[in-house]
């Protein structure tokens, strides 16, 4: 059975940085975690969930929403399975909690395989 633990969170001072992980297990050989898309979302307080960074199976695309460009980078170590997200000069709005997705998109046979970490609560405040 696949699984996501998210480790990182932390009440924090803005302006400070703090570096997100994503810890897998459970993938097999056919469906290794290189094979899988990374997402980073998050949920502030009163928002609905969003997508805030995503990186590619083979590690070579990633996108970000506006809020965290610039301050935000998505990387991954397949070989460990895992997946981190650093944030710097976090803001207060950034407060949330941050989801780790991995999904997979065969379409040869139109199964995705979607999965979910728990997640980790990120807090920003002075």
């Known amino acids: 059975e696949v699984q996501l633990v998210e480790s990182g969170g932390a009440l924090v001072q803005p302006g400070t940085s703090l570096r997100l992980s994503c810890a897998g297990s459970g993938f097999t050989p056919g469906l290794s975690f290189s094979r899988f898309d990374i997402m980073w979302h998050r949920q502030c307080p009163g928002k609905e969930r969003e997508l805030i960074a995503q990186?590619?199976?083979?590690?070579?695309?990633?996108t970000y929403i506006d809020s965290v460009k610039g301050r935000a980078a998505i990387s991954r170590d397949n070989a460990a399975a895992i997946g981190y997200l650093q944030m710097d000069s976090l803001k207060p709005e950034d407060t949330a909690v941050y989801y780790c997705n991995a999904r997979l998109y065969i379409a040869s046979l139109g199964i995705t395989y979607d999965y979910w970490g728990h997640g980790t609560q990120v807090s920003v405040s002075s």
């Open positions: 990186l590619t199976g083979g590690g070579i695309m990633t």
